[in-house]
Nanobody, 115 residues
Framework: QVQLVESGGGLVQSGGSLRLSCTVS????????MGWYHQGTGSRREMVAL???????TYTDSVKGRFTISRDNTKRTVYLQMTNLKPEDTGVYYC?????????WGQGTQVTVSS
């Protein structure tokens, strides 16, 4: 059974930085897509960044130049480095894995950006 565990959320001032981590347990194969999603209060969950095991990353426009997704396969961990944070970045950040026909979500980590 695959489990994703996020960490690294917290309270930060506008303009600050945070690094989120997502550690994977279980087998998601060598071909997969890892991603981070954001859900603000009263909003739907939306894609923030994706990283493909075959190479290549994708970002939503609002975070381009501010957020970076990366992975360390030896640690089975995916990161989201967030810089120049804005109040609208506040919300719960979820880690997501997709491999073959299967997917899995983490439990989420709260990020709060104060103005």
């Amino acid at each position: 059974q695959v489990q994703l565990v996020e960490s690294g959320g917290g309270l930060v001032q506008s303009g600050g930085s945070l690094r989120l981590s997502c550690t994977v347990s279980g087998n998601i194969g060598s071909v997969n897509v890892m991603g981070w999603y954001h859900q603000g209060t009263g909003s739907r969950r939306e894609m923030v960044a994706l990283d493909s095991s075959r190479g290549g990353t994708t970002y939503t426009d609002s975070v381009k130049g501010r957020f970076t997704i990366s992975r360390d396969n030896t640690k089975r961990t995916v990161y989201l480095q967030m810089t120049n944070l804005k109040p609208e970045d506040t919300g719960v950040y979820y880690c997501h894995a997709a491999w073959g026909t299967e997917t899995s979500w983490g439990q989420g980590t709260q990020v709060t950006v104060s103005s």
